[in-house]
């Protein structure tokens, strides 16, 4: 294998790096970061990664397999406009800029350029994330293999097609922080009924990381589990009487669908 370049030190940047390197699938010394902040590569060096902050020299020095372009959206043609003259044909070059369709990378790279488009989440930072991946006609079965090795030492991966990537938006990108405004308001509910702070934050907490175990472990349906929870006439079917009710299932449906549709807008951005 020859090195891996990564374009952005931030969190997803080094989450990819951590999960790559803790799966031995490069040493840290085969990877390169171009950080232009201060305060994070001197983070990345301390550990234990190179950390520079010219694009143009670093491809110019060295050979590589791939290149993760982990900036913000609007930093993409930027960056591009410096790749465009400098990489090699046979670089995959990975997106994880949300929004930024095939496309649009393929007009910004030289024309025939493997190119690779994914959707991580946050939950990658700790090798629990769920990314979804995207290829164009010109990346090899040995590109392909490598990409998804990647991803996959951060949490789970799935291949789809773009026209899917707003979907997934929705979902499993800005998919945490539905969770964690359910976590939030449901430990709000038991103060407000008396509960001490930190025990209702805690207890929320618990009884949500265990669900998902369970669900996981178990390879149970969330329907099956919510049946086997709720006894008839118990404390749980009052509860999800009130959630009917309120038709809290449209409420959902709503809100992950103004999400896909403000996915779509900015893909036209």
């Known amino acids: 294998m020859k090195k891996l370049l990564i374009v952005g030190g931030g969190n997803m940047g080094f989450a990819i790096a951590h999960g790559i390197t803790s799966k031995g699938i490069y040493k840290k010394r085969k990877i390169i970061f171009v950080e232009t902040n201060l305060k994070r590569t001197k983070f990345l060096r301390k550990n234990k990664y190179q950390a520079l902050n010219s694009l143009t020299i670093i491809i110019r020095k060295n050979k590589f397999d791939a290149i993760i372009l982990a900036v913000k959206p609007n930093e993409i043609h930027l960056v591009a406009k410096e790749l465009k003259y400098l990489t090699p044909k046979s670089v995959a070059v990975v997106s994880i800029a949300a929004g930024i369709t ?55 991966i799935i291949e789809l097609k773009e026209q899917y990537f707003n979907v997934v938006t929705a979902i499993s990108g800005s998919g945490p922080a539905y969770f964690c405004y359910l976590i939030e308001y449901l430990a709000n509910s038991a103060s407000k009924l008396g509960l001490n702070e930190r025990l209702a934050s805690e207890m929320v907490l618990q009884t949500g990381l265990g669900t998902m175990k369970l669900l996981s472990k178990n390879k149970i349906s969330p329907t099956s589990l919510r049946k086997t929870v709720t006894s008839p006439k118990g404390t749980t079917e009052a509860a999800l009487k009130v959630f009917e009710k309120n038709k809290l299932c449209d409420i959902i449906h709503s809100a992950v669908k103004a999400a896909k549709n403000r996915a779509v807008e900015l893909n036209k951005q």
């Open 102 to 156: 095939l496309k649009t990378l393929a007009s910004l790279l030289p024309k025939g350029q493997p190119i690779a488009r994914v959707m991580p989440n946050t939950p990658c930072q700790i090798g629990e994330g769920m990314s979804a991946i995207a290829l164009n006609k010109y990346i090899s079965k040995n590109q392909k293999s490598l990409i998804k090795n990647i991803f996959m030492s951060s949490g789970k």
